[in-house]
């Protein structure tokens, strides 16, 4: 049931907001950048958890490890303001 409330719920907003359905509700699946939205809101989830038990050194480490080195500079560049 879940699924089909956020099948219909993404096929408004892509009505409302640009103008064309994302074509949800007529195939079942999930467009792939509703599927991106959703592993991305999950990842982040996974990255972000640990720092709320204190486990910030663990969070920096996996970061450092996943995350591009031109996301890393950007966050030291962000982090010396």
Same mark, same amino acid.
């Given at each position: 049931?879940?699924? =089909?409330?956020? *099948?219909?719920? !993404?096929?408004? #907003?892509?009505? +409302?907001?640009?103008?064309?359905?994302?074509?949800? *509700? &007529?195939?079942?699946?999930? /467009? $792939?950048?509703?599927?991106? #939205? !959703?592993?991305?809101?999950?990842?982040?989830?996974?990255?972000?958890? $640990?720092?709320? +038990? &204190? +486990?910030?050194? !663990?969070?920096?480490? =996996?970061?450092? #490890?996943?995350? $591009?080195? +031109?996301? &890393?500079? /950007?966050?030291?560049?962000?982090? &010396?303001?």
């Amino acid at each position: 049931m879940a699924k =089909w409330y956020n *099948l219909t719920t !993404f096929d408004v #907003i892509g009505d +409302l907001v640009f103008a064309q359905s994302f074509g949800c *509700l &007529g195939n079942s699946e999930y /467009h $792939p950048w509703v599927s991106t #939205i !959703f592993s991305s809101v999950r990842e982040g989830a996974k990255a972000t958890g $640990p720092s709320y +038990l &204190g +486990l910030v050194g !663990f969070v920096d480490f =996996w970061v450092g #490890i996943f995350i $591009p080195k +031109l996301a &890393g500079t /950007h966050r030291e560049n962000m982090q &010396g303001r």
